[in-house]
């Protein structure tokens, strides 16, 4: 496709991103290092830790797995644990000296976890003691060799971590009993790497930097491969898209997706790494109201977030009172933005949404919208620089301008392939370097992607597509409805019949008065033909409401 986009680019942008800036995360890393030594880097329950402390910390890390546990370059390392300061220690520590990170989400079942460790080879995990439980049942069954676990107050000053970690286990009795001989705490590993030789590992460009786990809900976790190139890539995009609203040591952005989540790790964690900002570390996003009152804390300029984060924090009553005069832009990601939940973000803020779209396979970001942007536009942005997309048939042909087909992105942050799986990187990545996203869109004439649906989620009445993220929106205009799914059930008739789960913000809502209201707004094959009332949906750890789970 004639890339259209570069002309509606705003001024400033460049087509092309310079690749050969940084040769590694590491080298990233270490200017950033240089450049905003003094400054915070992240804040924890009050803690910060500055560049500075940053490197020495992560270096000791480092250390630690390079002599003490003495892992083979390239060796596999898994984190477990939620936004803690111990994440940036241990994720820059282990990239610095030369392993691949592997990140887990906390909430895995045995099941889960087990999968991920033994397909990926890890043989070291640094996992919070709330999770080791989980980790005590499956550990003999995979190759890891090192356990280092931590507590949740570990690296927050003193008396305040002591207590954390005394209110967590004794109080709130949030640490269930385990016991797995061996395990090593943080803290000593970083007294024993502290004192340990350090050689930051010589890394290339093809070196890979993550596994990043994904598919869970439509098959079996695949690793994407994730190298120092496609991470760098993906950072100097998404800095050329930003650059003009953002001031080096000046920013603060508020973590509040997990920085095992593709999206936070890439737009957070990297892009505001290389600008020297201060990180504001979420734990539990899901406590809105703790949340709430941290974000009161601090004169925060940027906020990521996926749709459900955003429409809980507008949903509490105390969010809209808060002071929004620091605030330059609010991105969104991870799942489709719902209107309903842009115009109020935008009453409340006075921002708009800044709706992107990417995926774990394209490190993420693949399009994002001009942070100029006034108002909610319905589409997920222009492809960002040094990216090519093409919408595709089935049989893998171009189809005209307007068409709806699969969404397929080539460009330097495209994955490597899926770890040790041949046979599935073929099946996405196609012979002219094009990835299959599995997506489902549209382009304009100026170069605008819109995501109709996931090509998996497709509901199909007598033939007829149904696009779930349509008929979300339109429920969701419903002054009644606090948050809904849509999916298609078994239907003798039509094959597939529309189904819809709604958690109600009016306790009189029925579901006669929510048919109706979607007749007034769809055609009559896409009325949905069953309602379900529920207290709450099943979302993944992001917040992307888990449609299969509703089917």
């Not at 593709?262 to 406590?287: E, M």
């Amino acid at each position: 496709m004639e890339r259209i986009w570069l002309k509606r680019y705003p001024p400033g942008i460049p087509a092309e991103i310079d690749l050969e800036e940084y040769r590694s995360l590491g080298e990233l890393f270490d200017i950033s290092i240089r450049k905003f030594g003094p400054l915070p880097a992240y804040v924890s329950f009050g803690t910060e830790i500055t560049y500075t402390e940053l490197e020495r910390l992560s270096r000791q890390f480092g250390a630690y797995l390079q002599n003490v546990a003495r892992l083979d370059p390239g060796a596999r390392v898994a984190l477990m644990m939620p936004n803690l300061l111990q994440y940036p220690v241990a994720m820059f520590g282990a990239l610095r000296a030369g392993y691949t990170v592997v990140n887990c989400n906390p909430l895995y079942s045995p099941r889960e976890l087990e999968h991920q460790l033994k397909d990926s080879g890890a043989e070291a995990i640094v996992i919070v003691e709330n999770f080791a439980h989980v980790l005590e049942q499956v550990v003999g069954k995979t190759q890891v060799r090192h356990v280092i676990t931590t507590q949740i107050g570990d690296l927050l000053h003193f008396p305040r971590g002591h207590i954390v970690n005394f209110m967590v286990k004794y109080v709130k009795r949030m640490v269930p009993t385990w016991s797995i001989p061996n395990a090593v705490p943080l803290r000593t590993a970083l007294k024993k790497g502290a004192g340990a030789p350090w050689s930051p590992a010589k890394l290339g460009p093809e070196d890979v930097a993550f596994l990043q786990y994904t598919g869970g809900t439509t098959g079996v976790p695949k690793g994407a491969m994730l190298t120092h190139r496609n991470l760098i890539a993906n950072v100097q995009q998404a800095y050329a898209w930003l650059k003009s609203f953002l001031q080096e040591g000046e920013e603060t952005i508020v973590t509040a997706l997990p920085l095992y989540h593709v999206f936070a790790l890439t737009a957070n964690c990297l892009v505001f790494f290389k600008i020297g900002a201060r990180n504001v570390l979420i734990a539990n996003p899901r406590d809105v109201p703790g949340l709430v009152q941290e974000l009161r804390k601090h004169q925060f300029t940027v906020i990521t977030g996926v749709n459900t984060l955003f429409g809980a924090l507008l949903n509490h009553p105390d969010f809209a009172k808060m002071d929004f005069s620091h605030l330059e832009f609010c991105l969104a990601g991870g799942m489709a933005v719902q209107r309903a939940v842009a115009e109020r973000w935008k009453e409340a803020t006075g921002k708009p949404l800044i709706e992107a779209y990417g995926l774990t396979e394209t490190s993420p970001a693949v399009t994002i919208n001009p942070l100029d942007l006034v108002d909610y536009n319905g589409s997920v942005g222009l492809p960002v620089p040094s990216t090519e997309i093409a919408i595709r048939d089935d049989d893998g042909h171009d189809l005209s301008m307007g068409e709806a087909g699969e969404l397929c992105v080539r460009g330097p942050q495209v994955m490597k392939g899926y770890w040790n799986r041949p046979d599935e990187t073929a099946k996405v990545i196609m012979a002219d370097g094009f990835l299959r996203t599995g997506d489902i869109a549209t382009v304009d004439q100026q170069g605008f992607v819109r995501i109709v649906d996931r090509k998996k989620d497709m509901i199909v009445v007598s033939g007829f597509k149904v696009f779930p993220n349509e008929l979300e929106g339109v429920v969701m205009l419903h002054p009644g409805v606090l948050e809904v799914g849509a999916v298609g059930i078994p239907d003798p008739n039509t094959g597939e019949a529309v189904k819809i789960v709604v958690v109600k913000r009016d306790p009189n809502l029925t579901a006669e008065t929510l048919i109706e209201h979607c007749r007034k707004h769809l055609t009559p094959y896409k009325v949905p033909k069953h309602v379900e009332f529920r207290t709450e949906l099943p979302k993944t750890p992001v917040g992307k409401v888990l449609r299969r789970a509703l089917q």
